[in-house]
């Protein structure tokens, strides 16, 4: 009896026990506002919350990381996958989700970590918003913003122009941290490769005016260039079809930092002692900023004047923009200027110090208001006049006669069924989108301090609220109603139904792929999808489309498409890549696996006399090191014979030369922008020699 009862009551507490750990689970699941909920993970878990919400509601929800990098899937009431966010952060910084409801119900938000393997980690989740959605666009533009609207993080400036007249003009988050001063519609923002289109623009005024022309060979005004044998004209440097180099990689292949003093003289001293193009003149389009830095010069040459004072008095004036300038000292000081971050994990936001005092290329100060101005002058010019403006907008064309979607500094390009032209920037934490939408009398400017925000996608949602979605008519097959409806969302990425393809086809395409002479493109199986990388570029997730065809970019308007050619015996040996109306075949690079003493015969001192730059290559643990006094060092993995890839993007592929003795004499590096830099070995360096860490 006594046994029994011992075993009732222990029943009992059991069921207690239960009782109170499926109510906090199920309390602890339920998002409410004003709470913050923190949990771990690791690899290989889920966590589910879920939030009951009415039809037409806007949401935001802000998930932190805290070593972990975690992806967010949002399901409807009906459990249909919705939302997919990853954002570039990887385990440091926030994941911002914000939606609209369609339907009323619990909507569900999973939360997984992107590697299988990952270690426990934590986050926190709040969920910062519930509100009616807009229905007026300044409304709904505010709520696209809603993740930056707080003086606790960085932030951005919008202007919207349409018919002539400023619709839109706000600005949100924070300017400068150390003294709390907050964006506003007058904010100061470096648009970094924005800035091109002016450059252009006063290329466009000069051939206009018959000082220069656009089939001038450049070393007319430029003479220390080097003579490659071909000519290079203004209109390859303004369609990016010279060959030169490009002086950001160039530079940092010679071990500057992106946050040095860079000048003018310093690109001009690195772009003179060139020996080589990346290819010929006018065979390719390969975007080069080099080639913008050098139109300014040839601007100041021409006219006896500095070009940032050419610019003010014949442009900036006339049109009332008294807030822009291009910034050629990096000691001067600039009112009303916002400075540039990032975020670093659990140290928060940190500067990203940006020291350029070169222009032409980038450094244009301004601000979204201003931009309107600029905008406006498109359809009424005060500065130039038709034939300028036409001028602007005349797009390229390469040697073999195709087309090409690039202008002056402007890219035209297609957004449903509407012609617009567009140009985007990004140095260190500044990021900025331009838009012009002629048929539609519209305009609009984003631009922001912070390096995780969007502003190409902030754009085109603003311009979705102007332009409706084209109809199909009924021999295109158009859906009901109820068959349109999809979730919006704002900040995070809208995927469709993605195709799920074989974890064995994915491994079947998983290599390196030789594209062009030093340009490898890095395919990889990650957590059942493909991820690709191209050498110089940062890692992107390829989007399905079938089980041969993949996209980087949205699903509607691709950056790129990759197409898998798999042969016999479960092989791949080729892929095609298209970016717009331009296709490359790419082969895959065989298996090259060197022993430890046969790494030895690349270990030595090597030195490029292009760029005065010296590299160390050393043998440490059967794996070579490329070792740089100031950039430090990184592991080189073999791709194919005397082929490595390098886990640094300036220095990416290496490839190794022989003499007549079947002796390693040097290699050539390539970055995509940079291809087959020439390094001369000069020394065989000891495999145990000390040498300063990463």
Same mark, same amino acid.
Request: charged share 25%.
């Given at each position: 009896?006594?046994?029994?009862?011992?075993?009732?009551?222990?029943?009992?507490?059991?069921?207690?026990?239960?009782?109170?750990?499926?109510?906090?689970?199920?309390?602890?699941?339920?998002?409410?506002?004003?709470?913050?909920?923190?949990?771990?993970?690791?690899?290989?878990?889920?966590?589910?919350?879920?939030?009951?919400?009415?039809?037409?509601?806007?949401?935001?929800?802000?998930?932190?990381?805290?070593?972990?990098?975690?992806?967010?899937?949002?399901?409807?009431?009906?459990?249909?996958?919705?939302?997919?966010?990853?954002?570039?952060?990887?385990?440091?910084?926030?994941?911002?989700?914000?939606?609209?409801?369609?339907?009323?119900?619990?909507?569900?938000?999973?939360?997984?970590?992107?590697? &299988?393997?990952?270690?426990?980690?934590?986050?926190?989740?709040?969920?910062?918003?519930?509100?009616?959605?807009?229905?007026?666009?300044?409304?709904?533009?505010?709520?696209?913003?809603?993740?930056?609207?707080?003086?606790?993080?960085?932030?951005?400036?919008?202007?919207?122009?349409?018919?002539?007249?400023?619709?839109?003009?706000?600005?949100?988050?924070?300017?400068?941290? &150390?003294?709390?001063?907050?964006?506003?519609?007058?904010?100061?923002?470096?648009?970094?490769?924005?800035?091109?289109?002016?450059?252009?623009?006063?290329?466009?005024?000069?051939?206009?005016?018959?000082?220069?022309?656009?089939?001038?060979?450049?070393?007319?005004?430029?003479?220390?260039?080097?003579?490659?044998?071909? /000519?290079?004209?203004?209109?390859?440097?303004?369609?990016?079809?010279?060959?030169?180099?490009?002086?950001?990689?160039?530079?940092?292949?010679?071990?500057?930092?992106?946050?040095?003093?860079?000048?003018?003289?310093?690109?001009?001293?690195?772009?003179?002692?060139?020996?080589?193009?990346?290819?010929?003149?006018?065979?390719?389009?390969?975007?080069?900023?080099?080639?913008?830095?050098?139109?300014?010069?040839?601007?100041?040459? /021409?006219?006896?004047?500095?070009?940032?004072?050419?610019?003010?008095?014949?442009?900036?004036?006339?049109?009332?923009?008294?807030?822009?300038?291009?910034?050629?000292?990096?000691?001067?000081?600039?009112?009303?200027?916002?400075?540039?971050?990032?975020?670093?994990?659990?140290?928060?936001?940190?500067?990203?110090?940006?020291?350029?005092?070169?222009?032409?290329?980038?450094?244009?100060?301004?601000?979204?208001?201003?931009?309107?101005?600029?905008?406006?002058?498109?359809?009424?010019?005060?500065?130039?006049?038709?034939?300028?403006?036409?001028?602007?907008?005349?797009?390229?064309?390469?040697?073999?006669?195709?087309?090409?979607?690039?202008?002056?500094?402007?890219?035209?390009?297609?957004?449903?069924?509407?012609?617009?032209?567009?140009?985007?920037?990004?140095?260190?934490?500044?990021?900025?989108?331009?838009?012009?939408?002629?048929?539609?009398?519209?305009?609009?400017?984003?631009?922001?301090?912070?390096?995780?925000?969007?502003?190409?996608?902030?754009?085109?949602?603003?311009?979705?609220?102007?332009?409706?979605?084209?109809?199909?008519?009924?021999?295109?097959?158009?859906?009901?109603?109820?068959?349109?409806?999809?979730?919006?969302?704002?900040?995070?990425?809208?995927?469709?139904?993605?195709?799920?393809?074989?974890?064995?086809?994915?491994?079947?395409?998983?290599?390196?792929?030789?594209?062009?002479?030093?340009?490898?493109?890095?395919?990889?199986?990650?957590?059942?999808?493909?991820?690709?990388?191209?050498?110089?570029?940062?890692?992107?997730?390829?989007?399905?489309?079938?089980?041969?065809?993949?996209?980087?970019?949205?699903?509607?308007?691709?950056?790129?498409?990759?197409?898998?050619?798999?042969?016999?015996?479960?092989?791949?040996?080729?892929?095609?890549?298209?970016?717009?109306?331009?296709?490359?075949?790419?082969?895959?690079?065989?298996?090259?696996?060197?022993?430890?003493?046969?790494?030895?015969?690349?270990?030595?001192?090597?030195?490029?006399?292009?760029?005065?730059?010296?590299?160390?290559?050393?043998?440490?643990?059967?794996?070579?090191?490329?070792?740089?006094?100031?950039?430090?060092?990184?592991?080189?993995?073999?791709?194919?014979?005397?082929?490595?890839?390098?886990?640094?993007?300036?220095?990416?592929?290496?490839?190794?030369?022989?003499?007549?003795?079947?002796? /390693?004499?040097?290699?050539?590096?390539?970055?995509?922008?940079?291809?087959?830099?020439?390094?001369?070995?000069?020394?065989?360096?000891?495999?145990?020699?000390?040498?300063?860490?990463?």
């Amino acid at each position: 009896m006594a046994w029994e009862i011992r075993v009732n009551s222990l029943i009992k507490i059991l069921f207690s026990i239960l009782f109170l750990i499926t109510c906090t689970i199920s309390a602890e699941n339920e998002l409410e506002t004003g709470e913050k909920y923190t949990r771990e993970l690791k690899g290989g878990e889920t966590d589910t919350w879920e939030i009951e919400l009415d039809k037409d509601e806007f949401v935001y929800i802000r998930v932190m990381q805290s070593d972990l990098d975690i992806i967010l899937k949002l399901f409807d009431p009906a459990k249909n996958l919705l939302i997919e966010h990853d954002s570039p952060n990887g385990e440091n910084g926030y994941e911002n989700l914000t939606f609209h409801t369609i339907t009323e119900g619990v909507y569900s938000l999973e939360i997984s970590v992107f590697e &299988e393997d990952s270690p426990r980690g934590s986050y926190t989740i709040e969920l910062i918003k519930v509100e009616k959605s807009a229905t007026d666009i300044p409304g709904k533009i505010d709520q696209m913003l809603a993740a930056y609207s707080t003086d606790e993080n960085p932030g951005a400036s919008i202007a919207v122009l349409k018919d002539g007249e400023i619709v839109y003009s706000k600005g949100v988050g924070t300017a400068n941290f &150390e003294y709390d001063i907050p964006i506003t519609e007058n904010t100061i923002f470096h648009i970094a490769s924005v800035s091109k289109q002016f450059t252009a623009f006063a290329i466009a005024m000069l051939s206009r005016n018959g000082i220069i022309s656009l089939n001038d060979d450049i070393r007319k005004y430029i003479p220390e260039i080097h003579d490659f044998g071909y /000519v290079i004209t203004i209109s390859n440097l303004l369609y990016h079809t010279s060959g030169l180099r490009d002086q950001w990689n160039l530079l940092s292949m010679s071990g500057w930092r992106m946050d040095d003093v860079i000048t003018k003289d310093h690109i001009l001293n690195m772009i003179g002692n060139q020996q080589q193009l990346n290819f010929v003149p006018g065979d390719e389009l390969l975007y080069c900023n080099t080639g913008y830095t050098l139109l300014a010069e040839i601007v100041e040459r /021409v006219t006896g004047e500095k070009f940032s004072a050419w610019m003010k008095k014949n442009v900036f004036e006339p049109l009332g923009m008294d807030n822009t300038l291009f910034y050629d000292d990096h000691t001067k000081i600039v009112k009303n200027r916002a400075y540039s971050y990032t975020f670093s994990g659990k140290e928060g936001y940190k500067k990203r110090v940006l020291n350029y005092a070169n222009v032409g290329a980038t450094s244009l100060f301004t601000t979204a208001t201003d931009l309107t101005k600029w905008i406006r002058n498109f359809e009424n010019p005060v500065v130039g006049d038709e034939r300028v403006m036409a001028l602007m907008n005349k797009t390229g064309r390469l040697n073999n006669g195709d087309h090409l979607s690039y202008a002056f500094g402007q890219g035209h390009n297609v957004f449903r069924g509407v012609e617009y032209w567009s140009h985007g920037g990004a140095d260190a934490g500044y990021r900025s989108w331009m838009g012009r939408f002629p048929e539609e009398h519209l305009g609009i400017v984003v631009l922001s301090n912070y390096d995780a925000f969007a502003p190409a996608r902030i754009g085109h949602r603003i311009a979705a609220l102007f332009i409706p979605e084209p109809e199909l008519n009924d021999e295109e097959g158009s859906q009901p109603d109820e068959e349109k409806s999809k979730l919006k969302s704002e900040e995070s990425e809208q995927k469709p139904d993605e195709t799920i393809v074989d974890p064995k086809l994915l491994e079947i395409y998983s290599g390196n792929y030789k594209i062009d002479e030093g340009i490898v493109a890095c395919i990889r199986h990650e957590k059942e999808r493909l991820t690709g990388q191209l050498a110089g570029d940062e890692k992107h997730d390829l989007i399905p489309m079938n089980d041969s065809t993949f996209v980087i970019g949205d699903m509607e308007s691709p950056q790129l498409t990759i197409i898998f050619h798999p042969g016999e015996n479960d092989r791949c040996d080729s892929i095609l890549i298209r970016e717009g109306k331009r296709q490359f075949t790419g082969r895959r690079v065989k298996t090259f696996n060197p022993s430890g003493e046969e790494l030895n015969e690349f270990c030595g001192i090597y030195y490029s006399f292009e760029t005065y730059t010296r590299y160390d290559i050393k043998a440490e643990s059967d794996t070579l090191k490329l070792c740089h006094i100031k950039a430090g060092k990184y592991a080189m993995h073999p791709a194919e014979y005397d082929n490595f890839i390098a886990d640094i993007w300036f220095m990416r592929d290496i490839k190794f030369t022989r003499n007549l003795d079947d002796r /390693v004499d040097g290699f050539l590096a390539s970055n995509g922008r940079v291809r087959n830099l020439r390094f001369d070995k000069i020394k065989f360096c000891p495999v145990k020699e000390e040498y300063p860490r990463k």
